[in-house]
Structure formats: C-alpha cells, structure tokens
C-alpha cells in the first residue's frame, strides 16, 4: 500500500500561482510513477500530468501544457506540481496518485489521495 497526502490547495486569482504537494508513505516511493488527475465539479476526473520514478520524463494534458510543471523529490517522498496562469477552468479538485509504470499514470492511478481543492476566482 501507497498513502498519498496532498496539500497546496486554495483559492487564487487568476493569473496566479499554486504548488501542490503530494506526501507519500508506505511502500518504496521510487518504485512508483507519480501523477496528478483533477475533477471538476459535475466533470469526470482527468488526467492533467505524470511523472516517471527517476523524474527525467514527464507529460502533460494540453490544456496545461506550459503553464504546469511536476516535479518529484525521492529523498522526500514528495511530488509536486506547480501551476503558473492559473485560470477559472483549472478549478477543481486535484487528486495525487502513484502508479506501477509510467505509461500507467497517463490513464489512472493504482493509488490515490483524498484530493484538495483549488479555486481559481476570475
């Protein structure tokens, strides 16, 4: 088992910047690809971005591409994503999970987190 703990959410203007953190504990966090997903309320959950376990490859979903960047510190247990521009339809809750393989997280996650909420005002 995973235990995943996201903190970083809140409310911020848009134009605005977020980093969200993701705590992970449990079994060997390196073994694991590490992603983010979000939902918007009354929208299914969706992929926004992934992570390999060495960190030196990443992907993203379009419609962040080039405004967020995830990260992941090993020594830590933690991943990060940082969202830079942040606009009304990035509003959603944001959900960490780790994953088996890389080519995994682009789809879904074997772990998740409780998620934490980011309001984007306009």
């Known amino acids: 088992q995973v235990q995943l703990v996201e903190s970083g959410g809140g409310l911020v203007q848009a134009g605005g910047s977020l980093r969200l953190s993701c705590a992970a504990s449990?079994?060997?966090?390196?073994?694991?690809?590490m992603g983010w997903f979000r939902q918007a309320p009354g929208k299914e959950r969706e992929f926004v971005a992934a992570?390999?376990?060495?960190?030196?490859?990443?992907y993203y979903a379009d419609s962040v591409k080039g405004r967020f960047s995830i990260s992941r510190e090993n020594a830590k247990n933690t991943v990060y994503l940082q969202m830079n521009s942040l606009k009304p339809e990035d509003t959603a809750v944001y959900y960490c999970?780790?994953?088996?393989?890389?080519?995994?997280?682009?789809?879904?996650?074997?772990?998740w987190g409780i998620g934490t909420l980011v309001t984007v005002s306009s």
């Open positions: 449990g079994r060997t966090f390196s073994n694991y690809a």
């Open positions: 992570i390999n376990w060495s960190g030196d490859m990443t």
């Open positions: 999970g780790a994953a088996r393989n890389y080519e995994r997280a682009k789809n879904t996650m074997t772990y």
